[in-house]
């Protein structure tokens, strides 16, 4: 850390992350005018005691809808867009042919910023005339609430696109971290209010014993890997391992975070948000529309989605084919397997058996908050700790990579020709 604060350009960008990040939360905080801010504050207040699902809607968007602040709607209309832009770009051959274009990326960049405001403005009435119907609006109310709360999509789309170019990490994750970040402790405090002051000591105890479990047992599955030996010949030339060292081939374990455990979250909570926004939606009571999250068919259904979501996912964690055609045009082989297609089926079968334990370890994961905050007497926080894990590793490892990267274009600068170290 001192190397990196001697860095200046550490520093620049690391200040301005922050001011961007402390702008974002200021608007986050800030109410839409024509809005009453007392009962607003009331009502939200409630809903997140009274509810669970109301509790995690407000971990998701920084506090903001419930509130109807100005960047109330957080970084959701971007990632919507982001999403609508993936399945657009390959369906579309004018998108298609531009995204390959060298300077193509920005403008569908654009694009998506365009789409992100558009959606931001749907979202934004639909939450006015929500809000409206409950009656904490106060005089054309519902105009201003929407039209603040478009304004606030673009300027969170503005704060994306400036940290992401001139701050540390992705523009996204690091304001949806930041909102998830400023809402957690404010869920734990509520325990106390609702459980008790056992039951909140005993929850403000499980929590980072779970988080530091969790952050472990991740970090060893990520950073493990199988290694499959390689032979080159002992006359080539120019590609020949040094004497003395042993070639192999990493076949990580893992490398997608939580995601599975994510989007098992996701699945399990979808019906109890459906059945909440419906035309004359209340409390819903019934299996999935109200889930327990310390009961045991929610755990066990959280387990199976986690497994399935893993194992249903693509295996990314190493390009067989073109290990293979690499290992053929430097001569290698790996020892009892025929270069080529073999080759490519061995690591293929390789990488299956390296990562068959994987969805059950996450599956484990994604347990084990729950069930130990159902012990705990706070069994609905187990969701919430897994959102800010899964929403933090992938920040932090994203982050500390850039800042080392910056101290060591610092330390070599003067070995660097001019000007390569500006980008």
Request: aromatic share 6%.
């Amino acid at each position: 850390m001192r190397a990196l604060l001697r860095t200046p350009r550490f520093r620049t960008k690391l200040l301005f992350t922050v001011a961007a990040v402390l702008l974002y939360r200021l608007g986050q905080n800030v109410p839409s005018p024509g809005t009453d801010v007392p009962a607003l504050r009331d009502a939200a207040a409630a809903a997140v005691r009274d509810d669970p699902v109301y509790a995690l809607l407000d971990l998701l968007t920084g506090g903001g809808p419930l509130r109807l602040s100005v960047l109330g709607l957080g970084v959701f209309p971007h990632v919507a867009a982001a999403v609508a832009m993936g399945f657009l770009t390959p369906a579309i051959p004018r998108l298609r042919a531009l995204a390959a274009e060298p300077r193509g990326a920005a403008r569908v960049g654009r694009y998506v910023d365009v789409l992100a405001v558009a959606t931001g403005a749907a979202m934004g009435t639909a939450v006015a005339i929500a809000a409206h119907e409950r009656g904490v609006l106060t005089g054309p109310g519902p105009v201003a609430v929407a039209a603040s709360m478009t304004a606030g999509t673009a300027v969170t789309a503005w704060l994306i696109r400036l940290v992401a170019a001139r701050g540390f990490g992705h523009g996204v994750a690091l304001l949806f971290f930041t909102q998830v970040c400023a809402v957690f402790p404010g869920l734990l405090w509520d325990v106390r209010e609702t459980e008790g002051t056992g039951t909140f000591a005993a929850a403000l105890a499980v929590v980072p014993l779970t988080a530091l479990l969790t952050v472990t047992t991740l970090i060893v599955l990520t950073q493990a890997e199988r290694r499959v030996p390689v032979q080159y010949p002992r006359r080539m030339v120019g590609v020949r391992a040094p004497r003395g060292e042993k070639v192999h081939i990493p076949v990580p374990l893992h490398r997608t975070g939580l995601r599975a455990v994510l989007i098992a979250l996701a699945l399990l909570h979808l019906p109890a948000l459906a059945a909440r926004v419906r035309p004359g939606g209340g409390l819903p009571d019934g299996l999935w529309t109200a889930p327990q999250h310390g009961s045991t068919w929610f755990m066990l259904a959280l387990f199976a989605l986690t497994v399935l979501a893993k194992a249903a996912s693509p295996l990314k964690t190493l390009d067989v084919d073109g290990t293979a055609n690499r290992l053929t045009r430097e001569g290698a082989f790996v020892p009892g397997i025929r270069p080529g297609r073999p080759t490519a089926d061995y690591l293929a079968y390789v990488r299956s058996r390296a990562g068959f334990a994987t969805p059950l370890v996450l599956g484990a994961l994604a347990v084990l908050p729950h069930a130990a905050l159902a012990g705990a007497g706070a069994p609905h926080l187990g969701t919430s700790v897994l959102i800010v894990l899964g929403a933090g590793l992938g920040t932090a490892t994203r982050t500390t990579r850039q800042a080392v990267l910056e101290q060591k274009l610092h330390e070599y600068a003067p070995y660097l020709p001019a000007g390569s170290t500006k980008n």
